[in-house]
């Protein structure tokens, strides 16, 4: 067969097919195997969606109790990596995601996971399900130094999470709802770079720690997992310098984009600021009247900026304001993040496996010329 050269970024290529789901960027929505992603925020629980990735539908009420109580069994760390968690949560300077990419691996080989390719499909959906229900037991414990705080089994898997964090009770019920619908229209987003880091390593019949261990480094980038938080340093700036329009024209001026605006496939809206503005407003914290208002001088300022181009209010200026009234703390944004994307990620992994063909592209070499000997070989 012969070569097909591709754009940089493999932007547009389509290079698998998947029922999982898919961004309508035209139409500015996304859903999840057919159901609007932002209607599930707004009316679902984290379990049920999470039913729905990994077991293809949304279940009725008896079988979404069952699957609550079958994955509630599986949130505790094992002893033994309990025992090392410190050692890795011993650096303070090592990001959060750092951190949770070595106890992924040290999780995957303390409960013995192997190639996949030795396992029924049973035993690999058990496995996505385990990784699911241990990342915020693996997130809390990072936040807290490595040390593993008693969760809830009588709790839902947010609520655990904010138990194990610490001071769930502290939370009012809005808050703790506010996070769950943040993570649930993060679960997953299309072919983007971490999930397809995760299919490629899944590809060659790695074990499920593998794949997760890519994914996690990939989202760690900040082109991927970003930084919300630095959506929140620009409101403080522009909070204290007092004058949102100068500043954001002083930015302009210099080149610099604004942080939370544009995105590479909606070229309107983002359905998950849209959605993620609402739950803030209904929060209330501090934060949303002076979030709404710099939004507003923002996009004034971006259209007289480009008015050739849409810059709209992406995801990640939202989802700062709404886990920051959450009560999470700025350097377990990306982390809270990676626990909901792990839904997507081994709901991918699993559909890949089931029907696999290893990703093994080619590439245009460009270097320099082969010596004489090698080329009458070619
Ligand atoms: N502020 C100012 N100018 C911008 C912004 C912005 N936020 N976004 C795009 N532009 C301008 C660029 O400067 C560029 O101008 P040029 O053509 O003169 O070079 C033009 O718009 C196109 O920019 P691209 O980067 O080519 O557009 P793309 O759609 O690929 O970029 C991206 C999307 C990376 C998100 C961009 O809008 C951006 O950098 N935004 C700020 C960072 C951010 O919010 N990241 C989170 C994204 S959401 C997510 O990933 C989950």
Same mark, same amino acid.
């Given at each position: 067969m012969g070569s097909i050269q591709v754009p940089p970024g493999l932007e547009g290529v389509i290079a698998a097919q998947t029922s999982i789901g898919a961004v309508n960027g035209q139409q500015g929505f996304y859903h999840y195997r057919g159901y609007n992603a932002v209607e599930l925020a707004g009316e679902r629980s984290y379990e049920e969606v999470w039913h729905l990735m990994h077991r293809g539908n949304l279940p009725e009420r008896g079988d979404a109790l069952e699957f609550a109580a079958q994955v509630r069994e599986l949130r505790e760390i094992p002893e033994d990596v309990l025992s090392l968690l410190p050692a890795i949560a011993s650096n303070p300077s090592t990001p959060l995601l750092a951190q949770l990419r070595?106890?992924?691996?040290?999780? *995957?080989?303390?409960?013995?996971?192997?190639?996949?390719?030795?396992?029924?499909?049973?035993?690999?959906?058990?496995?996505?399900?385990?990784?699911? *229900?241990?990342?915020?037991?693996?997130?809390?414990?990072l936040a807290n130094g490595g040390v593993a705080k008693a969760g809830d089994k009588s709790?839902?898997?947010?609520?655990?999470?904010?138990?194990?964090?610490?001071?769930?009770?502290?939370?009012?019920?809005?808050q703790i709802r506010a996070l769950e619908q943040y993570l649930i229209t993060t679960i997953d987003h299309g072919f983007n770079a971490s999930t397809f880091a995760a299919r490629v390593v899944t590809s060659t019949g790695a074990d499920l720690g593998a794949s997760l261990t890519a994914a996690i480094g990939a989202l760690s980038g900040p082109l991927h997992g970003g930084a919300p938080s630095l959506a929140l340093t620009m409101l403080d700036e522009i909070e204290s310098a007092g004058r949102a329009e100068q500043w954001i024209q002083n930015k302009l001026d210099a080149g610099q984009r604004i942080m939370g605006f544009g995105h590479r496939v909606y070229r309107g809206t983002d359905p998950r600021a849209d959605f993620l503005r609402e739950v803030a407003i209904k929060l209330d914290s501090q934060r949303t009247q002076l979030a709404l208002d710099v939004e507003e001088v923002i996009l004034a300022s971006l259209a007289r900026h480009r008015p050739d181009r849409v810059l709209a209010?992406?995801?990640?200026?939202?989802? *700062?304001?709404?886990?920051?009234?959450?009560?999470?703390a700025p350097e377990l944004f990306t982390p809270a993040f990676t626990m909901s994307r792990t839904i997507g990620w081994t709901a991918h992994i699993l559909e890949q496996a089931a029907n696999n063909k290893l990703i093994r592209p080619s590439s245009d070499y460009v270097g320099a010329a082969p010596n004489r000997a090698m080329a009458q070989a070619f």
């Open positions: 070595s106890a992924m691996s040290l999780v *995957a080989t303390s409960l013995g996971w192997s190639s996949w390719l030795d396992l029924s499909p049973q035993e690999q959906a058990q496995q996505a399900a385990h990784a699911v *229900a241990i990342m915020p037991a693996l997130v809390a414990a709790l839902s898997l947010i609520e655990d999470f904010l138990q194990r964090l610490g001071g769930q009770a502290d939370r009012t019920p809005e209010t992406n995801v990640e200026y939202w989802a *700062a304001v709404v886990m920051e009234a959450a009560g999470l």
